[in-house]
């Protein structure tokens, strides 16, 4: 359980600065959501915080371990979660072979090893009913025997999502999860992610357009534009702020 | 002239293996705006890709303007005056964003020759595109890409505008832009087919709507009927608008 943090968090492009100087720590039992207008580094954070983009300067902490210099892969057994990009899947294989191949990934190394045929067919078991939980949850159950290829993209999202929740990380990391999905199945994720807010031992950062759905579900709302951070607060007062109302609503006109 | 400037009959499209459109009927009105609605997996992407030859109909004719282009190539039908933003967005990632305009404005061979009163017109609703407009379109965010995908889509007027998911990813701000631009070229004449999942969006554009389930139109009508009506909202989409 830890608090997750950035100092002076940067990044360049040649001459352009897509994050400049972040700090910012995020607490375990809060949802905090990143708006800010597109291109105002909202991904490219994320990114930097789960290493697949190298900072130029600052660092990332996670329970007061420096995670600075570690690659993705060691981030995410250090407890960093961030929904799995849909080409790191196995296309070709069935929705439920990835999802069960993220849990024995993230279970490895939890389970006692050994050429013994019975607790290779108890692990299967195991790690299948594992699987079938987490795709009844993000309500794709009925998918599992389609090629990951074949899903239309909400579903795609769904799956991003559930791959996320096996991992059972610290610190959940969500960009637009209901992106692409019907108004009757973005409830379920944000159900979902409503649920591991019960959870207070979790840190959930979520980059969402969606203002009804960050007035629901976030504690606090911090704002990035141009790659800094312009503002840090509860959601009543972030979302009235100058700054969201003019660089990222529009003034004077209606949020779609 | 037929009131639709775009129509298909009982199409069906096979993918490999897989049944995805079961007899597609939908037509839309010349001059208006319709909305295609449906759950995720209901066929919309799948029927707009059918349109623009990108998935070849097994069965079934698609007219527009009164002529089947259900055997054309999609090149052929771009042709025929229609721009299409996929789902994916078909952003040219080595190519600039001027470059990528570039390429769907037929009238000219530089920037130069550009419409500039569009560009203009453009550059007011998405900032991005003038903002990074000499810059390799694969380096902008998500939602700048998807305005580039709009952008290239409406450099030149055309007569029929098809556009997967418009407001995806995009801020609110963006979204609102987004509306008054549909607006503005729908009062110019252009014929919009769009899907959306963003309902108020949907709603406030919309003037016609089709509502598909399992590769198949199941109601089709006017906006309005379809925004008063909660029962028949829960039963078509699972939701109220």
């Known amino acids: 359980m830890g608090t997750l943090a950035t100092k002076d968090l940067t990044i360049r492009f040649g001459g352009h600065v897509a994050v400049n100087a972040v700090t910012c720590s995020f607490e375990p039992g809060t949802l905090t959501a990143i708006v800010g207008p597109n291109g105002a580094g909202k991904t490219t954070f994320f990114n930097l915080v789960s290493g697949q983009l190298k900072a130029t300067a600052g660092s990332v902490s996670l329970g007061g371990r420096d995670l600075t210099g570690l690659p993705p892969s060691a981030r995410t057994r250090a407890g960093l979660g961030r929904a799995f990009q849909l080409t790191n899947l196995f296309p070709g294989l069935p929705v439920l072979e990835n999802v069960r191949l993220a849990v024995q990934a993230a279970q490895a190394g939890r389970h006692r090893r050994g050429l013994n045929l019975w607790s290779l067919w108890s692990d299967h078991r195991r790690l299948t009913a594992r699987a079938e939980e987490l795709l009844q949850a993000v309500a794709l159950h009925h998918r599992r025997d389609a090629a990951v290829a074949s899903l239309p993209h909400g579903d795609q999202r769904k799956l991003e999502v559930a791959l996320l929740m096996a991992l059972e990380p610290q610190v959940y990391m969500f960009d637009e999860p209901t992106a692409g999905m019907g108004h009757d199945e973005a409830p379920v994720i944000l159900e979902l992610i409503r649920e591991l807010k019960k959870d207070k031992t979790k840190v959930i950062l979520l980059v969402e357009h969606k203002m009804d759905v960050v007035r629901e579900l976030a504690d606090r709302i911090i704002v990035l534009t141009n790659g800094t951070l312009a503002a840090d607060g509860p959601p009543a007062e972030v979302i009235a702020s100058s700054v969201v109302q003019e660089a990222y609503l529009g003034a004077g006109k209606e949020a779609a | ?241």
């Open chain 2, 1 to 241: 002239m037929s009131a639709h400037l775009l129509e298909l009959q009982g199409v069906h499209t096979h993918i490999g293996a897989y049944h995805i459109l079961h007899g597609v009927d939908l037509a839309v009105p010349r001059g208006q705006l319709t909305m295609l609605l449906g759950r995720n997996g209901a066929g919309k992407s799948t029927t707009l890709r059918t349109i623009m030859g990108l998935w070849r109909a097994s069965q079934g004719s698609i007219r527009f303007d009164g002529r089947d282009i259900a055997r054309l190539d999609t090149p052929r039908i771009a042709q025929l005056n229609i721009a299409y933003v996929p789902e994916a967005m078909g952003i040219f990632a080595d190519l600039t964003v001027k470059e990528n305009l570039l390429l769907a404005a037929r009238g000219a061979r530089s920037a130069a020759q550009m419409d500039a009163a569009r560009l203009e017109w453009i550059f007011g609703l998405f900032p991005a595109v003038e903002k990074f407009w000499n810059h390799p379109a694969g380096k902008l965010s998500g939602g700048q890409k998807q305005m580039v995908a709009v952008a290239r889509a409406i450099v030149e007027p055309r007569d029929l505008l098809i556009v997967d998911e418009p407001s995806k990813g995009l801020a609110p701000a963006i979204v609102h832009n987004m509306i008054e631009a549909f607006a503005q070229l729908k009062r110019s004449g252009t014929t919009i087919l769009l899907v959306e999942q963003n309902l108020r969006f949907a709603q406030r554009l919309g003037d016609t709507v089709a509502v598909m389930d399992d590769g198949r139109v199941v109601h089709a009508g006017p906006m309005q009927a379809l925004a008063e009506d909660a029962a028949l909202q829960r039963s078509l989409l699972g939701l109220s608008l």
